[in-house]
């Protein structure tokens, strides 16, 4: 390739030639994102190399992007109580990397194709790679795109030209149709049109910007429907149109409603690497002051964790387990349950439980070091061990921490000795409260779904990561005997001692219990983890090197995948208007994509490093018909030859595509140059009939070449 490229590089060094990705104004034609070289002109903000050649992005430019300030900077207070269905920037065909793309005058950009034309008469059609000039329209015929697409066995060309800016009713495609038939001297029964829009329902799309500025991004994602269907008309067949959602989410956005259960998943991930870390070089080699437990986000709000912890104490104090908490515990799904939406207002709100364990899970997890979180963990266990509270524990929580808290809230004798060991072994401390974290998590995004009817496929994605091989009735009923005090005989956790997978605690060590209390030697850590042999009472274990937490990637991973799935859902929701019956399809096609062995989602710390997902899928057209009725962004009618056409008329391949848009297809650097640009943009307005759009049409011809004349 770079021999192809080799003399239009040296013949034009003042202009900026490379090969890359096709830009969106060249892919809205051809509707690829194929690899092509793309020519246009330096300008004096542009300092990249002109014989750069390949798919990385230039940095340098993306920085002079934002020439006017950037859209990104908005009082959080102000936005987050924005209508998500608002379009708070102004949508665009073009992207904001584009806008330095300056336009090349037509007769040089027709020197270029030739020469470079020449150099693939040579390539066979699979090594060819099309060119694309950025042309002036300020000339004659207003071009805007000039291409060069030939190889061995084909010359190949194409251009895109402005044409002029109407009112959609005055648009006739019949005779878009005619041009296309004179042009190719065929009728118009061997013509296939294909025809396509798209409707911008929310957002925008903010291209490349650091994880920062997208997590304080005025709006969390973009959703768009883009429709097709064939005929002579651009009036939208409701019931024969296909309908594709697409959908951008920025995961862990903080307006986002989702960030109730995602600073779950953000805080065990970070865990779980501060514990890898311990088990790799012993605890004592973590830095507890500076291991991170919450990202800390500019913008975000800042929380005196000791006051809620101290809240959460006195309020401890005002309940008792009964009857009147909710069936199941679950306080974010009920009944009265009617949307995504509200399911994730009272989980920020209240909790999704009146599990203290959960709620006490709810604080820690906003910790910024691991020091705070051991702290907060042993204040408040001291304070339950003075007998003060009996916390309520739900009979399906069977976490260790919370059978230490039922135990210490009822006068431990040796709660001093319990308090000491998890306070000089850090990893004790933080499985204990990780294994909380985790279990609340996967419960949470089980009941959620469950509104969906898909808690039984989401239940089983961490069955075989998580649990135990006893029937959840069997252990459902030994941690209902403990809290309700009746006789507790059968340890459910036996088979946890043992395992090659282990964070090991010396459960001996914590106490030495009297023969008529409920043993602890079973509240150790995570789950499928085992147990030491005993040792002397008042030994202090050291485990680090005894931590092995490497079933939890794979748990933390389906955590990952699900909550993309519950962002898009929680989107098409608020956008579509979409109730539970409509969105049970879109989410069983989410966790068709998301959440299989194919998941382009593959860690926690793949989405905070890169947190804008993006899907396009299939949806009933039923779900959407009163968006469709709305004039679209763009419309695209493309028309081609049919089979049997293929030896009338002029014999060669070509395609016609018009182009009909409310926004420029160019960046202003390009587009800047139309003379009848702005009287036209004073035009356009939203407002019904007056809504007028651009028409730029794309010419694309391809002669077979016969390469030996035969005499």
């Keep these: 390739m770079d021999s192809l490229m080799q003399p239009v590089l040296e013949n034009y060094p003042d202009l900026y030639i490379h090969k890359q990705e096709s830009p969106s104004y060249v892919e809205i034609y051809t509707k690829n994102k194929k690899e092509i070289v793309l020519v246009y002109k330096k300008n004096k903000q542009c300092t990249s190399n002109s014989n750069k050649i390949g798919l990385e992005t230039d940095n340098k430019v993306t920085e002079e992007l934002d020439l006017t300030g950037s859209p990104l900077k908005l009082d959080l207070s102000l936005h987050t109580v924005f209508d998500d269905t608002l379009i708070s920037d102004e949508p665009q065909i073009w992207n904001k990397e584009e806008a330095l793309h300056q336009p090349v005058d037509i007769e040089k950009a027709r020197q270029i194709a030739t020469l470079f034309n020449k150099s693939l008469t040579s390539v066979s059609i699979e090594d060819a790679v099309p060119m694309w000039i950025v042309t ?402 008042n030994e202090v274990p050291l485990i680090a090197d005894e931590i092995d937490i490497s079933s939890w990637k794979n748990l933390l991973m389906k955590f990952a995948q699900v909550h993309v799935c519950l962002e898009h859902l929680y989107r098409a929701e608020t956008c579509l208007r979409a109730d539970f019956a409509n969105l049970k399809p879109i989410a069983s096609r989410l966790l068709e994509h998301y959440v299989s062995e194919k998941s382009p989602i593959r860690t926690v710390g793949q989405l905070m490093s890169d947190p804008v997902q993006k899907i396009s899928m299939p949806i009933t057209n039923n779900i959407v018909q009163e968006h469709l009725k709305k004039p679209a962004f763009w419309y695209r009618v493309e028309l081609t030859r049919k089979e049997n056409a293929k030896d009338c008329g002029i014999k060669r391949d070509s395609k016609m595509v018009f182009l009909l848009s409310q926004q420029p297809v160019l960046p202003p650097s390009v587009w800047q140059n139309l003379e009848s640009t702005t009287e036209d943009a004073a035009e356009i307005t939203t407002l019904g009939e007056d809504l007028k759009y651009h028409i730029t049409k794309y010419i694309f011809l391809s002669n077979e070449v016969v390469a030996k004349i035969n005499l």
């Design 136 to 537: 002036n329209p300020s000339d004659d015929g207003k071009p805007l795109l000039l291409t060069i697409q030939s190889d061995s066995h084909h010359f190949a060309r194409g251009i895109v030209s402005y044409h002029d800016a109407v009112v959609l009713e005055d648009v006739d495609v019949a005779n878009l149709i005619d041009q296309y038939a004179v042009q190719e001297k065929i009728s118009i029964e061997m013509i296939n049109t294909l025809i396509d829009c798209k409707f911008l329902i929310s957002g925008i799309s903010y291209g490349l910007h650091s994880t920062e500025e997208l997590l304080n991004a005025p709006q969390n994602g973009l959703t768009e429907l883009h429709c097709e269907w064939t005929g002579k008309t651009l009036q939208i067949p409701y019931i024969s149109c296909k309908v594709h959602m697409n959908q951008e989410v920025i995961i862990g956005h903080l307006a986002s409603p989702c960030q109730a259960i995602w600073k779950s998943v953000s805080a065990l991930h970070n865990l779980n690497q501060i514990l890898v870390d311990m088990t790799a070089a012993g605890y004592s080699s973590v830095n507890l002051e500076t291991a991170v437990v919450r990202n800390t986000i500019s913008g975000a709000k800042r929380l005196n964790n000791s006051k809620r912890l101290n809240n959460l104490l006195n309020e401890t104090e005002t309940y008792a387990y009964t009857a009147e908490y909710p069936a199941g515990g679950c306080t974010c799904v009920t009944e009265d349950t009617t949307t995504l939406k509200q399911c994730f207002k009272a989980m920020e709100m209240n909790g999704s439980s009146n599990d203290f364990t959960y709620k006490l899970w709810d604080i820690l997890r906003d910790s910024e070091t691991a020091e705070e979180l051991i702290n907060l963990l042993i204040q408040a266990l001291k304070f339950i061990s003075s007998g003060k509270i009996r916390p309520f524990i739900d009979a399906n929580n069977k976490t260790y921490l919370s059978k230490l808290v039922l135990k210490l809230s009822r006068g431990h004798s040796q709660a001093t000795k319990v308090l000491k060991n998890l306070k000089t072994s850090p990893p004790q401390a933080l499985s204990l409260v990780a294994q909380v974290g985790t279990e609340k998590t996967m419960w949470e995004y089980t009941k959620i779904m469950s509104l969906l009817e898909h808690s039984y496929y989401i239940a089983g994605i961490w069955t075989t990561e998580s649990r135990t091989h006893e029937s959840i009735e069997q252990i459902n009923q030994t941690i209902q005997d403990m809290t309700m005090g009746g006789d507790f005989t059968l340890n459910p956790f036996d088979n946890l001692n043992s395992g090659e997978n282990s964070i090991r605690l010396d459960c001996e060590s914590f106490c030495v219990d009297d023969v008529n209390e409920l043993t602890v030697d079973d509240f150790a850590s995570l789950k499928k983890h085992g147990l030491v042999d005993k040792k002397d009472a």
